[in-house]
């Protein structure tokens, strides 16, 4: 297992357009956190699952948002109808234990044109 | 409102030289300091923790010293390396928050050969 992989690495799509995001995080983490970044922030969280179970989402997280953890495994970010204001670089963590550090993925950038 | 701020965007350092981040919170309720750094096109990578049970930790170059009365979190790295030139968030996390880390916006440390 090499880390938190996350896919794909850059998204361009048209305002207006849904796109979806998938993380897979290290297989023994049953945490799992979604984090979005825009340019010179830094990172602001967005939702957190346990297992399969969402269990805190930010107001940062519009009714165009979802995110779900099927089986608590891997994990899918999908924002529908995007906005240019959604453009940022959207980036997964997982950890195992509360008080460590997390393992964040290498991100997704989108880019809404 | 900004609970973690890094007032310098960016700091310049001589290789050998100690480099000193410095990182203000506001809200009393956080009990765990991280360090993260990140170089471009990946995704943060923790670097060192703190609880607020303590006013120093140290592993290997890089030292994190807690001051609680003033709020205030600062990251030493002694020597500094050309390799260590990234941008060094400094995140804050609480005990009722799931852990969900909230970030200062970063700065660009470059150390100079």
């Known amino acids: 297992d090499t880390g938190v992989s996350q896919n794909p690495r850059h998204k361009i799509t048209k305002r207006g357009q849904n796109v979806t995001f998938r993380c897979d995080p290290i297989s023994e983490h049953n945490r799992l956190y979604w984090y979005r970044q825009t340019l010179g922030q830094g990172p602001e969280f967005l939702t957190y699952f346990q297992n399969e179970a969402q269990l805190e989402k930010s107001r940062l997280l519009s009714d165009r948002f979802s995110a779900e953890r099927p089986k608590g495994s891997f994990s899918t970010l999908e924002i529908q109808r995007t906005e240019q204001g959604d453009s940022a670089m959207y980036l997964c963590?997982?950890?195992?234990?509360?008080?460590?550090?997390?393992?964040f993925g290498s991100g997704t950038r989108l880019t809404v044109v | 409102d900004q609970q973690v701020k890094q007032n310098s965007p960016s700091l310049s350092v001589q290789e050998g030289r100690i480099s000193i981040l410095n990182c203000d919170y506001t809200n009393s309720m956080f009990d765990y300091f991280l360090w993260y750094k990140k170089y471009p096109a990946e995704g943060p990578t923790f670097l060192i923790s703190i609880s607020s049970i303590k006013d120093k930790n140290e592993d290997g170059r890089f030292t994190v010293f807690l001051n609680k009365s003033a709020k205030h979190l600062s990251l030493h790295i002694v020597p500094s390396q050309p390799g260590d030139s990234a941008v060094y968030f400094c995140a804050a996390s609480y005990s009722g928050s799931a852990r969900q880390l909230t970030f200062g916006s970063g700065t660009q440390l470059t150390v100079l050969p």
């Open positions: 963590a997982s950890s195992l234990a509360v008080l460590y550090g997390y393992t």
